[in-house]
RNA sequence: GUCGGGGUAGCUCAGCGGUAGAGCAAACGGCUCAUAAUCGUUAGGUCGCGGGUUCGAAUCCCGCCUCCGACACCA
């Protein structure tokens, strides 16, 4: 029976252009699992979108002398692009800036408050004298009042690692255009946690089917729950829906509140777009939904305290709580089944800093190379359960030694072969016990990658993909159909099949990893419609006349299942092209001098 | 500083209580259908250091060295 499956990715953040670590920690990983679960037959709604509040946006706005909204724009533009190329199946990939995502958060905003989970302190906050807007902790320097360095931060001190409160910082000034800020009383809400700490424990305790570090930090981190702030004094965000707050532009919901919030948000414009408002019940008040979430190790309590604080909190209150006329869900609103957070990418031994020239951005990779070797790279070598190094040396090998020298040229010696010698799928004649050995080991990946792909374990997953397409290399060699067609062309086309009918297992096994390749593979061996097909931007305007562009496709046209191909005799093959393109190894000494001139 | 995670073959990583693993690189051999691709064999590690628990530890505990994160207004 089809279960419904939401894989919610984190919201990557526009105030620039994502590099290639930032893909490899929620992008692909939830790709993956998106697309298996789609084989699968179950109903997938992967969601996500631009993070566009906050003040590293308004930063980046002064920056470039244009407004918060026209940097989102533009970086909402580039990273959906991205997306895009790289082949991320999201059903709705939308943005945080929506009328919608406004009208969800202030819900749950308010909603919060009448429960009385959202409480009001006043605060000292730091002020830029120059602009009047705040300075965050860490925009703010001067002399450590604790050992005398010079450029500590307002949050901590990197010479003796103390944290600070930046009121006490000696000879303190702005980061960003080195006035002196002014301190001063300003109210804030905040969600009040310590509330729902025995509610998380007992919840977090009950998942055992966590990655063990993000149940144990989880529970290390709400053994000290403080009420957190969740307003800023901000004039870009979304509104406080209180009447005192209504005409003021000076205090804004912090964006890390609404952000998370964008996975419910998401998922009811997903539903108001197709024609169906109602449809996003379906996960999100369904007890047997299951909700994946993506994220990379700095986003995790996000997912597995804050976020679902506020959901507990919300309970079955607000606009979305309740029960829908005619629905038949009516329950809260569903906790996160899974968190699965990956780890951090380095490059070339180095963390990814932009400001240092370390870094690979997602649009100028592919402007170079193909998707499939930067998924297959980020899959295989990618910090799933552990930082990992990216270097440009490693990327040439494991295109060429593995991508290419493996599974690529598996095919091409198999489709180029059969499509010679034969032009479509040969009749075999009696299998030999090493044949249906070899069927049945091939297929019986379906089970072991499933389990695996299942338990988010991906680099497992395709190991496992990779070692069945040596094993079918390894036959081939064993069984030297080349050789035996000279005097036995009913064996060779045996042998010739047996390998196809690998090949197009192999087929369906690779999809979730390598869609583009997948497809194009699909097509050589003579098959109809999509495994694996484009996706498609469509154009959306709200009620108040602003329109925004969305992330989606048509996905349950596609035809792929998972389970062992049927590869029907006679079924005409199409003229093959080889998979993957080899790199020569010049491309390690370009890349390195173009990252050193960068 | 506090908390957490790493340190395993030349390289990149898996294993996480029961005789040390994979891929690549290296050496040798086979094949020549295939993007000079492939297949087989061999070699290679006192599993960061020092203690401890155990019949038995890379795997659990303690200490140290080292690298990397998180630590509320950095998404």
Redesign the pocket.
């Known amino acids: 029976m089809p279960e419904h499956i939401l894989v919610a990715v984190?919201w990557?953040?526009a105030?620039g252009p994502r590099h290639i670590g930032?893909v490899a920690g929620f992008g692909v990983p939830s790709d993956i699992f998106a697309r298996y679960q789609r084989l699968r037959g179950n109903h997938v709604l992967m969601v996500s979108g631009t993070?566009e509040h906050?003040?590293?946006i308004t930063i980046a706005a002064d920056k470039e002398g244009l407004t918060p909204r026209e940097v989102a724009d533009r970086y909402n533009k580039v990273i959906g692009d991205d997306l895009y190329n790289l082949g991320l199946s999201y059903d709705t990939f939308t943005r945080t800036t929506t009328a919608n995502h406004y009208r969800v958060t202030q819900d749950l905003f308010k909603t919060l408050y009448e429960h009385g989970y959202i409480l009001r302190k006043e605060?000292l906050?730091a002020f830029s004298a120059s602009t009047g807007r705040?300075l965050?902790?860490?925009?703010i320097e001067g002399t450590c009042p604790i050992c005398g360095y010079g450029e500590a931060r307002g949050?901590?001190c990197d010479n003796c690692?103390n944290?600070l409160d930046p009121v006490d910082l000696i000879n303190p000034r702005s980061k960003i255009d080195g006035s002196v800020p002014v301190f001063k009383e300003t109210e804030h809400f905040f969600l009040d946690l310590p509330a729902f700490a025995e509610q998380l424990r007992a919840w977090i305790e009950r998942q055992e089917h966590w990655r063990p570090?993000v149940r144990?930090?989880s529970l290390?981190f709400i053994k000290e729950l403080?009420?957190?702030?969740i307003t800023?004094d901000l004039e870009w965000g979304v509104p406080i829906p209180l009447p005192e707050y209504a005409d003021r532009d000076d205090k804004k919901i912090?964006?890390?509140f609404d952000?998370v919030i964008g996975y419910l948000s998401a998922s009811i414009e997903w539903a108001q777009n197709r024609g169906t408002p109602d449809a996003w019940r379906e996960w999100w008040q369904n007890p047997a939904a299951r909700h994946y979430y993506f994220?990379?190790?700095?986003?995790i309590v996000?997912h597995t305290v804050i976020w679902p604080a506020q959901l507990i909190g919300y309970g079955k209150g607000g606009v979305y709580g309740g029960a829908a006329v005619g629905s038949p869900y009516a329950a809260p609103l569903q906790l996160p089944y899974n968190v699965v957070s990956s780890e951090?990418l380095t490059m070339e031994g180095k963390?990814f800093s932009s400001s240092r020239g370390v870094v690979i951005y997602v649009n100028d990779f592919l402007s170079r190379y193909d998707p499939d070797p930067l998924r297959y790279f980020l899959t295989i070598?990618g910090p799933?359960?552990?930082?990992?190094?990216f270097t440009w040396a490693?990327f040439v090998?494991r295109n060429n030694?593995?991508l290419?020298?493996?599974w690529?040229?598996l095919v091409?010696?198999t489709l180029?072969?059969v499509y010679r010698n034969f032009g479509s799928v040969p009749a075999p004649g009696s299998l030999t016990p090493g044949d249906t050995a070899l069927i049945a080991a091939v297929e019986g990946g379906f089970a072991t990658i499933g389990e695996l792909l299942d338990a988010a374990r991906f680099?497992?997953g395709l190991?496992e993909a990779m070692r069945l397409a040596?094993l079918v290399?390894?036959y081939?060699?064993?069984q030297?159909p080349?050789?035996v067609i000279k005097s036995d062309r009913e064996r060779a086309a045996t042998i010739w099949y047996v390998a196809l009918r690998c090949v197009a297992s192999l087929r369906v096994i690779f999809t979730p990893f390598l869609p583009f390749s997948s497809q194009r593979l699909h097509e050589y061996l003579g098959y109809d419609g999509y495994i694996a097909g484009p996706l498609e931007f469509r154009e959306y305007t709200e009620e108040h006349g602003q329109s925004h562009r969305v992330l989606t496709g048509d996905y349950t046209t596609w035809v792929g299942r998972w389970e062992p191909a049927t590869l029907p005799v006679g079924q005409v093959l199409r003229e093959p092209r080889?998979?993957?393109?080899?790199l020569d190894e010049q491309v390690v000494e370009e890349e390195l001098a173009r990252m050193g001139a960068g």
Do not use: C, I
Request: hydrophobic share 25%; aromatic share 12%; glycine share 6%.
């Open positions: 984190a990557p953040y105030n930032h993070d906050g003040t590293p605060t906050g705040t965050p902790d860490r925009y949050d901590q690692g944290q570090n144990s930090f290390n403080k009420p957190r702030a800023r912090y964006v890390w952000a994220m990379g190790k700095d986003n996000f951090f963390k070598a799933e359960s552990q930082d990992t190094d490693e090998r030694d593995e290419v020298a493996t690529g040229n091409n010696r180029t072969n680099k497992a190991s040596a290399n390894s081939l060699s064993e030297e080349w050789k080889p998979l993957f393109k080899k």
